[in-house]
């Protein structure tokens, strides 16, 4: 059963990989490299969990897929955002926003 911390999970995953395309084209491995590098490697995505994500966020339109080839190296899917991904970026960073802000209200988590 789906509870708070799996959505919690779930909208985070998303946010992470509408904000690390949101400056050009990337391919899931380096989505995952880059989520993982920027976090100190404590946000780390599996390939079984990352494509299937990709997939699903490409058919609701907030990302678009297209198979490039580069010589010597093999086929790749980059991932672009699109407006309508730029819109939902925009709002889960207020939502998250928000929500970090009200954490910090009750937990003092802060470290400012």
């Known amino acids: ?3 708070p ?10 946010l992470m990989v509408l904000a690390v395309v949101e400056d050009r084209p990337r391919h899931g491995y380096d ?10 490697g404590l946000l780390r995505f599996h390939v079984a969990s990352l494509y299937p994500m990709l997939y699903r966020m490409e058919r609701r339109g907030w990302i678009q897929g297209r198979w490039i080839e580069k010589s010597g190296q093999r086929r790749r899917r980059y991932y672009r955002l699109t407006p309508a991904g730029r819109k939902v970026l925009a709002a ?18 802060s470290t400012g």
């Open 1 to 3: 059963m789906a509870g």
């Open 5 to 14: 911390q799996h959505d919690l999970k779930k909208g985070s995953a998303e």
């Open 31 to 40: 989505i995952a490299r880059r989520i993982d590098e920027a976090s100190g």
């Open 92 to 109: 889960q960073r207020r939502e998250w926003q928000s929500l970090v802000s009200a954490l910090d209200r009750v937990a003092r988590i």
